[in-house]
């Protein structure tokens, strides 16, 4: 079913256009931005820091790096275990343009000796394993202290490391993951509303790195249905898409979740359909922050950057590294889940302008494009003005604000 929403206007139209491997692994691998020394030099050499080591988180604490934030706690009395063997040079494959780390090359072994830390940990029981992530894996875990199932994010210190090495890593011209920053960030969403938390953000429980810095820990709320990507590609139709009402109810609870995270000054750079999860009751919960920065100050737009987040969704002035605000490219990204609801496939595989389907779009011909597509969907008069309204360029396109009060969530399909 994944395959089916994959479709694009080139697939439409018969096209023979081959995709590069680069460009499939690009369109599902997730970067970040450096500056973690910090945590790679005590991960590094553990044993000869001990001594010196509050006197090192100390001295990080105010820097805003990535991997410059200090641990909630130490775990001194959790056992040491084996810390698990690294890929070896030839497991990671650097590309050009754009540099990622080729889809998770990781030894076989490394799954199950992560796995073994985290089983040797004491807290949790992990009762299976979620996916990878850049730098681990994601456990699906039964939390002793709450008795409830939480979603465990594992983090090899060193891989992260590596990565950043071998693809020669800027903190200041590159966005990568972060799951430190990205503790930090689901830290401020998670305790800055009256309740603690927002429904339609994930939430973090807690974050610590092992008594030797060599792993990092993200405990989240478990979202137990599946992301929306699934969702929509598990529905039994040739042609799998939501009704426009479900659509609706859903859209509201995205554009919700991204309205705390904007109010809290974070933009989140890499919404998809794959990072909002379905938990109880089918509420949308918007998840992974590894590549979200806080908005420069005074709303100032991000500098040229390069992005590593999924070029089907990114914004065409991130694409193109030109200064950007990072709200209205969250809500480009917006606008491409809500086609893929609506229609069933992502509309281009970028935004570019030698994409034709993606200048359809853009000049507000998305109907256009449906017929060129042959596709069984056509859109109502708001759905459409809505979509082009997102997918437009920056300097014309709707605010979080305007989306939110369109007239296609106001009227009946």
Not at 254 to 275: A, K, T, V, Y
């Amino acid at each position: 079913m994944r395959i089916c929403m994959m479709t694009s206007l080139q697939s439409c139209t018969g096209s023979s256009t081959a995709r590069s491997p680069s460009s499939v692994v690009s369109e599902n691998a997730s970067d970040d931005s450096p500056a973690v020394l910090r945590a790679w030099e005590l991960g590094s050499a553990a044993a000869s820091r001990c001594s010196t080591r509050d006197s090192a988180i100390s001295a990080s604490s105010n820097n805003d790096s990535p991997c410059a934030a200090p641990p909630r706690r130490l775990l001194s009395a959790v056992p040491r275990t084996p810390v698990p063997a690294l890929p070896t040079a030839t497991e990671l494959e650097v590309q050009a343009t754009p540099v990622v780390l080729h889809a998770y090359a990781k030894p076989s072994s490394f799954e199950a000796e992560i796995l073994s830390c985290v089983q040797q940990h004491g807290r949790f029981e992990v009762l299976s394993t979620l996916g990878a992530s850049t730098f681990g894996f994601v456990f699906l875990a039964i939390d002793g202290r709450s008795n409830s199932k939480v979603a465990v994010k594992v983090s090899h210190m060193a891989l992260m490391r590596r990565v950043y090495e071998a693809n020669h890593i800027r903190a200041d011209a590159d966005v990568i993951e972060s799951p430190i920053l990205e503790a930090k960030l689901m830290s401020l969403l998670s305790s800055s509303s009256s309740c603690g938390r927002h429904p339609n953000v994930l939430s973090l429980e807690d974050e610590f790195f092992s008594h030797d810095y060599t792993l990092h820990w993200l405990v989240m709320e478990y979202a137990p249905n599946k992301d929306l990507f699934e969702y929509i590609g598990s529905r039994g139709h040739p042609h799998p898409h939501l009704p426009p009402e479900e659509t609706k109810a859903l859209m509201t609870q995205f554009i919700r979740g991204l309205q705390h995270i904007h109010s809290n000054g974070i933009c989140h750079l890499d919404l998809s359909l794959e990072n909002a999860l379905l938990g109880e009751h089918n509420t949308l919960k918007i998840c992974d922050f590894g590549v979200a920065r806080k908005l420069p100050a005074n709303n100032a737009l991000f500098p040229p950057l390069h992005v590593r987040s999924k070029r089907s969704y990114m914004a065409p002035e991130v694409l193109r590294r030109l200064p950007f605000d990072g709200r209205k490219a969250d809500v480009f990204s917006l606008g491409v889940a809500l086609f893929c609801m609506l229609v069933g496939y992502k509309p281009f595989e970028y935004a570019d302008k030698s994409q034709l389907s993606y200048c359809l779009i853009a000049s507000g011909r998305v109907n256009e494009y449906l017929r060129r597509c042959r596709s069984p969907i056509v859109l109502s008069a708001d759905a459409h003005d809505l979509i082009s309204g997102m997918l437009c360029p920056e300097y014309r396109r709707y605010s979080l604000d305007q989306v939110a009060a369109h007239a296609f969530f106001n009227c009946k399909a």
